[in-house]
T-cell receptor, first 114, second 113 residues
Framework: SAVISQKPSRDICQRGTSLTIQCQVDSQVTMMFWYRQQPGQSLTLIATANQGSEATYESGFVIDKFPISRPNLTFSTLTVSNMSPEDSSIYLC???????????FGDGTRLSIL | KQEVTQIPAALSVPEGENLVLNCSFTDSAIYNLQWFRQDPGKGLTSLLLIQSSQREQTSGRLNASLDKSSGRSTLYIAASQPGDSATYLCAVSSAGNNRKLIWGLGTSLAVNP
């Protein structure tokens, strides 16, 4: 399975600032996803990162708040903009070769906003 | 709207026991179902994927079954070990154009030596 490196692994940020999370895969993958896991809750899909085009966002998530880039088939970034304490969460990158294959995850980014 | 429920929310067992984790889903029109484990401070590790046409999948001491008509899946762990302690998550991919995963809240498992 693909090896996924996610950076940073954790960060503590000030309210109103922005943070960009990177996801690097060791092989080309068709699909890349960004999830949020808030304390005590299940995973929530933020968006599907599309190579060379705008990401596809789920209901409740907007590009201005969570801009996503995917310049190629091995790399994607998620930015959490104008952060507030409500954005404190674990953010996870995942990849999938096709719909009938498992999704594989990075170790996540633990984000705390003061 | 698909909803995924996992029971129990937490489970504590002595080492060596065989155990069953349960996952139920409300819409039987699924594409596949996946089981993951999540260790504290870590991401998710894919354990087993069952396609909608399959009844079960096995990997080592793990066996996952799927009864699509009743909206249920079970994850059976044989001869549990302390290293099995983790949160186990079930996720369902619905049939149709949008095959995104819908997640349960997980079962937190503690295997005591």
């Amino acid at each position: 399975s693909a090896v996924i490196s996610q950076k940073p692994s954790r960060d503590i940020c000030q309210r109103g600032t922005s943070l960009t999370i990177q996801c690097q895969v060791d092989s080309q993958v068709t699909m890349m996803f960004w999830y949020r896991q808030q304390p005590g809750q299940s995973l929530t899909l933020i968006a599907t990162a599309n190579q060379g085009s705008e990401a596809t966002y789920e209901s409740g998530f907007v590009i201005d708040k969570f801009p996503i880039s995917r310049p190629n088939l091995t790399f994607s970034t998620l930015t959490v903009s104008n952060m507030s304490p409500e954005d404190s969460s674990i953010y996870l990158c995942s990849v999938q070769g096709s719909s009938n294959q498992p999704q594989h995850f990075g170790d996540g980014t633990r984000l705390s906003i003061l | 709207k698909q909803e995924v429920t996992q029971i129990p929310a937490a489970l504590s067992v002595p080492e060596g026991e065989n155990l069953v984790l349960n996952c139920s889903f409300t819409d039987s029109a699924i594409y596949n179902l996946q089981w993951f484990r999540q260790d504290p401070g870590k991401g998710l590790t894919s354990l087993l994927l069952i396609q909608s046409s399959q009844r079960e999948q096995t990997s080592g001491r793990l066996n996952a079954s799927l009864d699509k008509s009743s909206g249920r899946s079970t994850l059976y762990i044989a001869a549990s070990q302390p290293g099995d302690s983790a949160t186990y998550l079930c996720a369902v991919s619905s049939a149709g154009n949008n095959r995104k995963l819908i997640w349960g809240l997980g079962t937190s498992l503690a295997v005591n030596p």
